[in-house]
């Protein structure tokens, strides 16, 4: 069911066609589809009274049980809707929480799952309580309905606050095992894009693991990282992600917000593009802008404009940034792909002059973990260095430690970018 001002016809169809994809992934069928054109939702119904009558009538006729809104619908509408329309009625926030239920396989996943539900729920359980406070007025009038709502919030509050525990312990698990691996120097790569865009068909590829890998939205939530040898050697840490999509839930990029951290630390980022999908464009845009919600647009991103053995492959007209065409399932494709990964870490690699005091061994450290050291010297009481180094991750050394090193003028160009 869509409802909202007036737009294109193709842009309300495929809006409907993915809420229809979303229903189809937690086995739902889909029996009828209605549209309303509004200059504004109805504050009470969202859509207009006889537009609920309206599919109140379908409803009946096709015996269905439920009803899914693809605008995140108030506490009041819900149940005006529901006194109107005989089944279940929910949104696509909720549509989408549901899958991810489905779904989340590790502890992880389950309480980022379990933690975006409650904040979810919570302020509409408040919502139902402040109606009801307003029934009557004075001493009396507070019923043993309302005093249950009291003790579901607190309730779910204390839930709340423990699952952001739980989730604080395993972030600080994650981050010792990010922090192992930057100790080895590997470059670390993540798999971004929109949900079934191929990014695990590609992991499976590269790598030759078994990460299940379905032609159904969100069919990965829990991040897997594996080892790929490039061609010339280089050791990359490969990380696939869980997929984006249009308006994704706000309360899920909170409570992803820990696994998604990965992202920001990667070296390069693999945007990987359904380039068959008719929408391809607008699910670039819808990618970038959950990158930028993450502070990570400025990563370094290589475009994988992936499935061109499909029909109907098209270069999306939004891929301007670096890009290579390919399929995940042809080798030689597999094989180009590992080429410009290669280039794209090696090739915008600058060079650093540090001298660094001799008692501060913590640096020298970070230097030998962030760079690849060509030569070094003691002069006196310093550590005189030379070493190649990504861009991307000079620009993430501490201000303190920069201060130290020096990149000669005029050979690597600007490295603040």
């Known amino acids: 069911m869509g409802c909202g001002p007036k737009r294109d016809e193709w842009e309300i169809l495929s809006d409907l066609a993915e809420l229809e994809q979303l229903a189809d992934t937690a086995k739902a069928d889909t029996v009828g589809r209605f549209v309303q054109f509004r200059e504004r939702p109805d504050p009470a119904w969202l859509i207009g009274k006889g537009k609920a009558e309206e599919i109140a009538l379908a409803a009946e006729d096709t015996e269905a049980d439920l009803v899914i809104f693809d605008r995140e619908l108030s506490p009041a509408q819900i149940r005006n809707l529901e006194g109107i329309i005989p089944c279940k009625i929910i949104d696509r926030t909720q549509l989408i929480l549901d899958i991810f239920a489905q779904r989340a396989q590790t502890r992880e996943g389950r309480i980022q799952v379990e933690l975006a539900q409650l904040q979810y729920l919570l302020p509409r359980l408040s919502g139902r309580g402040r109606e009801m406070s307003r029934l009557g007025g004075g001493i009396g009038t507070r019923g043993p309905g309302e005093k249950k709502l009291e003790t579901d ?23 010792l095992l990010r922090t192992r691996r930057k100790k080895t120097g590997t470059y670390q790569v993540a798999l971004v894009g929109y949900t079934n865009a191929g990014k695990s068909t590609l992991l499976n590829r590269l790598t030759g693991s078994g990460v299940l890998a379905e032609d159904k939205l969100f069919a990965t939530l829990d991040p897997t990282s594996r080892r790929l040898v490039l061609p010339a050697g280089t050791e990359v840490i490969l990380t ?12 899920l990029v909170a409570a992803f917000r820990s696994t998604l951290e990965q992202v920001r630390e990667a070296d390069l980022l693999l945007h990987v593009v359904d380039s068959s999908h008719p929408e391809a464009a607008e699910q670039i845009a819808a990618v970038e802008k959950v990158l930028e919600e993450l502070d990570a647009s400025d990563i370094p991103v290589l475009m994988v404009l992936n499935k061109a053995d499909k029909a109907g492959f098209r270069i999306p007209p939004r891929s301007s940034r670096e890009a290579v065409v390919m399929s995940a399932l042809r080798d030689e494709d597999l094989s180009v ?3 410009r990964i290669e280039q794209m870490l090696k090739g915008d690699a600058i060079l650093v002059e540090a001298r660094i005091p001799a008692d501060r061994g913590d640096w020298i450290s970070e230097l030998f973990r962030d760079g690849e050291v060509l030569h070094s010297r003691i002069d006196g009481l310093e550590m005189v260095m030379e070493l190649s180094m990504s861009r991307e991750r000079f620009r993430r050394i501490s201000g303190e430690l920069k201060a130290h090193l020096h990149v000669p003028d005029g050979r690597f160009g600007d490295t603040d970018g």
Request: hydrophobic share 30%; charged share 40%; with cysteine.
């Open 153 to 175: 919030r607190r309730h779910i509050r204390r839930l709340i606050a423990d699952l952001k525990r739980e989730l604080d312990e395993v972030k600080k698990h994650r981050q």
């Open 337 to 339: 792909l590992c080429e």
């Open 240 to 251: 696939d992600t869980v997929g984006f999509i249009r308006n994704l839930p706000h309360q």
